[in-house]
């Protein structure tokens, strides 16, 4: 009996959990119905998950196990005999009345014969005959695999799900992995473009500093020549006679009265740059707050 149990197990589908129908074998060595696990795939693109043991199969590739459909056969037809066998064996009589069980009371879940339905025990309660009974438990028995054969059915699609959502998470992640990477290539762009406009500004700044600067020294030169040739006329003059002296001495005394110095122009600093107060500037708002 335990080795008739094992190989109906083994000939059993774990999709439907009834005998293989057209078995096939899949890349981890599982057995299944094909239509079984065609249904269970129908769903699925470029991973198809083992329902036993998950382990996923790269392609869609069922080879026909024709010896296993055959050992199935078997183990239904000793399935059909045994249980044939042992319905005869459970000829059981009644502990009771040695009577043969022939009978089944509803209420209490028992096994009658003829002499205990007419007992006062089970008098008023709802017994049939065991055929009776037992086709109306089958089939109670039986409207309970369907619903098992959905949660089946439904929790392997849930774990197929879960299964994918790996790939997905990866597959998002790398997308915002290239958007970020985009927004820094930008974000760079716009730096080496603001470094070589500030240098750029920097540089004009420079020379219009040095353009400054060398005229500042040219109308210095100009001044100190200026300034010795007066020197020069007027020690001249101060060793001449009295009346060379003071001819024209106006003149003279007016133009060294008169002398300007140039403007000295600052040579100021180029202004301070900041690219990162410059950036920042660029994103900045004035936000005012509600006090409340």
Known sequence: AAALAELQAEANCS??????????????????????????????????????????SQKWHLRRNTQLGNIGEVAKLLHITRSKK??????????????????????????????????PGHQDHHV???????????????????????QVADIQKLVTTQEREPLELKEKMEKQRQKLLSEFEHLNEFLDREQEA????????????Q???????TAFSEYI???NNLLKEVAGKSVMSEVKLLTDIESICDRCESLKTPLSIPSSLPLQY???????????????????
């Open 15 to 56: 999709v439907c959990l009834d005998y293989l129908r057209d078995p096939v074998t899949i890349e981890c060595g599982h057995n299944f119905c094909r239509s079984c696990i065609e249904q269970s795939w129908e769903d699925q693109q470029d991973r198809f998950p083992c329902p036993v043991c998950c382990h996923p």
């Open 86 to 119: 042992k319905k005869e064996e459970e000829t059981r009589l009644c502990e009771k009345h040695n009577q043969v069980l022939t009978h089944f009371c509803e209420e209490d879940l028992e096994v009658l014969c003829l002499l205990c339905t007419q007992v």
């Open 128 to 150: 049939r005959s065991l055929e009776e009974a037992a086709s109306h438990h089958r089939k109670r028995l039986m409207s309970y695999m369907e619903p098992l054969k959905k």
């Open 198 to 209: 500030t240098f750029s500004r920097l540089a004009n700044e420079e020379k219009h500093i």
């Open 211 to 217: 353009q400054k600067l060398h005229a500042n020294i």
């Open 225 to 227: 020549s200026t300034l």
């Open 274 to 292: 900041s690219a990162l107060q410059k950036i920042i500037q660029k994103f900045k708002e004035d936000v005012t707050l509600d006090t409340e």
